[in-house]
């Protein structure tokens, strides 16, 4: 089900993060597994980054383990800052040795244009993959051509080529493979789209040298603009049998909050409850995600997942733990991850209107911006180490307005700090000075 875990992947990548003058940067990820009723550390992952917040290295370390070796991974920017290449080293007795390497060209208008991956064997760096792209004038991929390194040399070993239709949407995908100096198709993906342009199916076919074969197709229903289920239908003797479905349901805030994947019986022509899915939000941040299995009568836990964010909407914590047969929750594992905030001041940062007056201040802070819907907001102040000293929320109408705050009220003692403003899903964060 791993459609179903996208959001994770982007906590996960999510390396640096933006709001107003501030950069959130992640700098360290540590890992830990739950033995003997404590909580022992695993592995570790540093980041360091240039001024211009762009990740230069990855550090990763495994902890309790003699036979495993620390990974160090550089990345290297253009003039342009385009990532220009990669390089991976292992250390062996103290010393870093070279391991991989990774080189990245770009078209004029910063697509890539191709990656190439090389290994270091016997003091050499020995050709492994390479992919070239081609787009069309939309910007949208039309070939990925995949060769492998054989004596050194590129040889043609895939190819992908991708239709469009006139609204820009993937209506083809061929795969292809390089077989005796020639291209052979191999297999063949179709989309079809609804009135609004939303995918209706999705048809796998494979080629047996002469003809294309159905193999599965996949069918999308809606409800208003949201996916509510997904059909997957596979060819049985020249006919269409249902596989298994996956029913979704979302909050009001279009959020995915259930998933239940059901199994056909193909004997009572029936579908029958498999897994479920459970995903709670807070602030629209997943806060927890609960994995459960049909037992024949009712859908029994497994496993879940708790997250928690700090005050720039960053993952901070994922705990995971495991369910016993009596469904009580055991620790299994735990990641942290470590954030550095940092001014952003970059000169082509633009302007917004939030605006704070005066800065340092004494007793009063003003606070300008604009609402473009009416809506309640929330201020809140948090001291360096972003523990929330104040917070309230007013209601106010669209159009610019301002907000003053009586400091005094807060019993704020000289310093710096950071206000903070939630304005529906838009969130701004400046510091401001105290004065006595």
Known sequence: MDIFKIVLIIFILSFSYAQSDFICNLTKVESYSWKNNDWSIENSTEFSFNNFFQMIEENYKVYNDVS???????????????????????????????????????????????????????????????KTYIYNIHNSIIEVLTEIGINNNWVNNSLIRNNYSLTHKITQTINSDWLSNSWYDSKRYTYTYNLVDSLNKNLIEFFDGSNWKSSRYT??????????????????????????????????????????????????????????????YTDDLLSELSMNKWNGSYFQLQNKHFYNYNSFRQIQRELYQIADSADSLINNNLTIYFYNIVENVSENQPKNDFVVFPNPCTDIINITFF????????????????????????????????????LKKINLCSGTYYLKLNIGRRTEIVSFIKVD
């Open 68 to 130: 495993a070796i620390p990974v160090r991974t550089q990345h290297i920017y253009d003039s342009q800052g385009n990532l220009s290449a990669d390089l991976v080293f292992l250390k062996i007795n103290d010393q870093w040795i070279k391991s991989d390497s990774a080189a990245y060209s770009y078209y004029s208008d910063k697509s890539l244009k191709s990656e190439e991956y090389f290994s270091f064997i016997n003091q050499d760096w020995l050709k492994s993959i390479r």
């Open 219 to 280: 069918e999308y229903t809606y409800n208003s603009d949201s996916l509510s289920m997904q059909l997957v239908n596979y060819n049985f003797n020249l006919k269409w049998v249902p596989e298994n479905k996956y029913d979704q349901k979302y909050d009001s805030n279009k959020n995915l909050i259930k998933v239940i994947k059901s199994g056909y019986d193909s004997v009572k022509s029936i579908f029958i409850f498999q897994y479920l899915w459970d995903y709670k």
């Open 371 to 406: 609402i473009p819907n009416s809506s309640n907001v929330i201020y809140s102040i948090y001291d360096l180490n972003m523990n929330k000293l104040f917070e309230n929320s007013s209601f106010f109408y669209t159009g610019e307005t301002i907000l003053n705050l009586d």
